[in-house]
């Protein structure tokens, strides 16, 4: 989608500090970091959310979170600890509509979440 953010940086026609490509999905560092560690794990198949998610997208989301682990590791935040996020419509905070998975981590985080 050309007014789509996320898909125009798959598509490299905006910068981002890409850590992590595969077929299926792409992570790169949040512009605007909430933790020491914030990075952005996105499937390359444009859908706006978790409500669009459909049967034959069972294994791409699993993808993203393994996805997420590896970086996770990489990065030395997985024995410590790390949450994972996706925001679904304006009252969770989304704000680009195209699905993603939040992996923040490298401070304690807290509970519940704001
Ligand atoms: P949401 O609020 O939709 O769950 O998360 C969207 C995230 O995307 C925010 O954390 C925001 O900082 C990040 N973001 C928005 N635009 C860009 C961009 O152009 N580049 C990068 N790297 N991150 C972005
Ligand atoms: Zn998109």
Redesign the pocket.
Known sequence: MTDC?FCR?IEKK?P?RIIYEDPDCIA?????PQAPVHV?IIPRKHMANTLEMGVEDDALIGRLFRAANKIARDKGIAERGFRMVM?TNPEA????YHL?L?LLGGRRMHWPPG
Not at 28 to 32: M, Q, R
Not at 93 to 96: K, L
């Open positions: 953010v940086i905006i981002a790169f560092e949040d512009i605007s952005l925001n905070g989304q704000t680009v993603h939040h």
